[in-house]
């Protein structure tokens, strides 16, 4: 060792180390993902059709498969219209029904007087374990016109819908309840993407239903789990300040508790949001986009217009406006749930309420 | 301790360069004992071994080897291949799907030279056939028939001579057989079953350069179909808890279905159902029926296509086709083999015969999106306005027609 230059000292050689540890990494993270994604996008502007290798198989065409399923009026546009309508429903009703479901069985499995704790983490995980193409086909079956969800609403003489198999939307039924059937004039124009207003407005199709009760049943244990996690690092002394304090229940879960899994609430509905828009292998199980298209996502559109249709370029084009779509959401809502104690505005709100402190003191002091 | 780090370094790095060495695999072929690889849609185990054992008979002959694979998932699994430059050298290549691959490529057009070419049912050549060239050669064909539960048909009283024969017998016989737990008709709410009513109703979609999907013809087939609907004697088989027209007749949920040869299928499951299998009924345009086939497709461009071009000829051989046809009851391409096969399976001659008015469903580059919208805007046929449907199907197919032509 004492032979090394001088200057080099005892940390010398540390830095060729540190490439050679993660040369791996980078290796890997490169060839299996940072090239397909670059390729993906040469694609998205490219011609290419499946044949060979994208790169000397194809040439730029601009922004032409972008235009075709946002600008261009025809079918690729009213597919592509059509599955942003759907996801957007399941979004917004998964999204929100797992992380309140997976909030409230955290809260459950986490009280101290509940027997069987460890049989109702368990029981409640077990689906997000197992794997989503057997729960969908347990789904199909349980599911059908004459199976056991529909036998067993027949026992309390309703007469259950043929789930699968029912494209129409839930908004449009219960629009049909007060006597509205079909478009009214203002709702028959175009609205964007080659839909109508009155089949944006739609809701998500029965069939849909069937897939976002699917969906908040798998994941909300996974959730759970994260919830589980960050109430168990509540320390039991915040609790019994709270309850000095004179907090009920309901005031000391939404001041206290809730306030305080807000990391975690971060991360789950992030996690949901990505999960969601990417809705998959429920698509391809069921009927691939049946009943009535309804069933159409993104995701999906993307591999058949791409695997059966042999429009490449149409089908990556469509899965980097998934990705923005999914980009701009996740930072909307790290807008909203940005943390309101720093920065300007906090600054603001801060000495605004030391000022009405100051203000009242005066006035009591008098 | 520092050899132990290289050391797992050296690791990482053969991980890695072990992962790269999977995806080349496979050496380049010999110089004479080529060796081929074929995949095929397999309806199942008696398919995947007969085609195994033709494919061993040929390579005994030639000197060849062939290795057989099943594809879970054909058009995928073909995709993935002509993408990485992998294709196979001899595949099963749909009907639906035909026109798409041969407008981008990926076809070798070799069917005209083969010593065979004018025995196939002019139909199906011309199903086959892109730009003018009879591009690759018809493995077998399925049509549509009148399939009926013979016990049920016995215990409505029925006979021989009720046996549909045109729309109203049709419409009678499926009345008769409808009970508190049966109904009389059943088939797939799709192009691929409906269509049949609009051709028989004198209707057609596509016309030379123009599309005619929205004809009082068509409208007229639609327009029985949901007669029968709205009467109760016909229903799709998702709403009588089937997966398809088959399990629907197996199950005894429906008394008669419009399925292909593929019926026999439904033995292993249902083996107590009798049926029989009978031309479907006329319509007011005269008979028709739908024919579904695949072709044998070689890549574009391949260098095994020598010896693949002499695998297909040995497997369209009469003999061969015929061979097939015992294993696993496909129709042969051949018109003196189709022949033969009708003489020898009485069962499936109906399905033989209706070959000769039989027609291709509408098949273009990039028309199979547009029928897919089109089946989806069937789900709501039942009670729904079929004018309407045919309408938006009008104006779709003309568009993706004349992107057909333009390219």
């Known amino acids: 060792m004492g032979k090394t230059s001088v200057g080099k000292g005892i940390r010398g050689s540390e830095g060729r180390y540190g490439w050679t540890f993660i040369a791996p990494a980078i290796l890997i993270i490169g060839v299996f993902l940072v090239v397909p994604i670059f390729l993906a996008l040469y694609v998205s502007f490219s011609n290419w059709n499946g044949l060979g290798s994208p790169i000397g198989n194809s040439s730029l065409v601009g922004g032409d498969n972008y235009a075709k399923v946002l600008v261009d009026s025809g079918l690729a546009q009213r597919d592509f219209g059509t599955s942003i309508r759907n996801n957007f429903y399941y979004v917004l009703l998964v999204v929100p029904l797992q992380t309140a479901l997976a909030l409230f069985l955290a809260v459950q499995v986490n009280r101290r007087v509940l027997r069987g704790r460890g049989f109702f983490r368990t029981a409640f995980y077990f689906p997000s374990v197992t794997s989503s193409v057997a729960i969908t086909t347990i789904f199909i079956f349980l599911f059908t016109a004459s199976g056991a969800v529909n036998t067993l609403l027949g026992w309390l003489g309703i007469n259950g819908p043929n789930w699968f198999a029912d494209p129409s939307g839930i908004i449009h039924n219960l629009l049909k309840g007060v006597g509205v059937t079909s478009a009214p004039p203002l709702f028959n124009e175009g609205g964007p993407l080659g839909l109508t207003w009155w089949d944006w407005v739609s809701g998500p199709s029965v069939a849909m239903c069937v897939l976002i009760i699917l969906a908040v049943f798998t994941t909300s244990g996974t959730f759970m789990l994260l919830f589980l996690a960050a109430l168990q690092n509540i320390g039991a002394e915040i609790d019994e300040a709270a309850e000095m304090d004179g907090a009920g229940p309901m005031r000391k879960f939404f001041s206290v508790t809730l306030p305080m899994l807000k990391p975690t609430l971060f991360t789950v509905l992030t996690l949901g949001l990505i999960g969601t828009w990417q809705v998959f292998d429920q698509i391809y199980l069921t009927g691939k986009g049946a009943p009535g298209k309804t069933l159409l996502t993104p995701a999906f559109l993307a591999y058949d217009t791409s695997f059966k249709g042999l429009n490449w370029g149409e089908g990556a084009a469509i899965s980097f406006i998934l990705f923005l779509i999914i980009v701009a959401l996740t930072l909307l809502q790290r807008y909203i749930l940005r943390d309101r104690d720093t920065g300007r505005g906090a600054i603001r709100r801060a000495q605004k309420a030391d000022r009405e402190l100051h203000e009242e003191a005066a006035r009591a002091a008098r | ?407």
């Open chain 2, 1 to 407: 301790m520092r050899k132990k780090t290289w050391g797992a370094a050296l690791l990482a790095v053969g991980v890695v360069a072990g992962l790269g060495a999977c995806s080349t695999g496979g050496g380049d072929s010999a110089e004479e004992g080529q060796s081929l690889t074929m995949l095929i849609g397999s309806s199942g185990d008696a398919e995947t071994q007969a085609v195994q054992a033709a494919a061993d008979a040929w390579s005994e002959e030639s000197g060849n080897t062939v290795e057989v694979v099943a594809a879970s998932d054909l058009t995928q699994q073909l995709s993935q291949g002509f993408a990485g430059d992998d294709a196979p050298d001899l595949f099963y290549m749909s009907w639906d799907q035909f026109a798409t691959y041969a407008s981008n490529n990926y076809l070798e057009p070799y069917a005209e030279q083969l010593p065979n070419a004018g025995d196939f049912y002019p139909a199906l050549q011309d199903t086959f056939t892109y730009n003018g060239t009879f591009t690759c050669a018809p493995k077998d064909f399925s049509t549509l028939g009148l399939i009926i539960n013979t016990d049920m048909w016995a215990a409505a009283g029925l006979t021989d001579a009720d046996i549909p024969t045109d729309w109203d017998s049709l419409e009678a016989a499926a009345t008769k057989l409808t009970t508190a737990t049966t109904v009389g008709l059943s088939f797939g709410l799709e192009y691929a079953r409906i269509g049949v009513f609009m051709n028989q109703a004198g209707g057609q979609l596509v016309d030379g350069d123009t599309v005619t999907a929205d004809s009082p013809e068509n409208l007229a087939g639609l327009q029985y179909v949901q007669k029968l609907h709205d009467a109760g004697v016909l229903k799709w088989p998702s709403e009588i808890s089937a997966g398809w027209g088959g399990e629907a007749l197996g199950a005894g949920k429906a008394a008669m279905v419009i399925e292909g040869p593929w019926i026999k299928g439904i033995q292993g499951d249902f083996p107590d159902t009798k049926y029989a299998a009978y031309e479907l009924p006329e319509g007011p345009g005269g008979k028709s029926t739908f024919t579904f086939t695949n072709c044998w497709g070689i890549p574009a461009g391949s260098e095994t296509r020598d010896a693949a071009v002499n695998l297909v000829e040995f497997l369209t051989s009469d003999d061969q086709q015929l061979a097939f046809g015992d294993a696993f009851g496909v129709l042969p391409s051949t018109e003196s083999a189709a022949a033969t096969y009708a003489e020898q399976h009485p069962e499936n001659a109906s399905f033989v015969a209706g070959n000769d008015y039989a027609v291709s469903p509408v098949n273009f580059a990039g028309s199979a999106t547009v029928i897919s919208d089109f089946n989806a805007q069937l789900e709501s046929l039942a009670g729904g306005d079929a004018k309407a449907i045919l309408e938006s199907l009008q104006t779709n197919l003309q568009a993706a027609l004349d992107e057909a032509n333009a390219n």
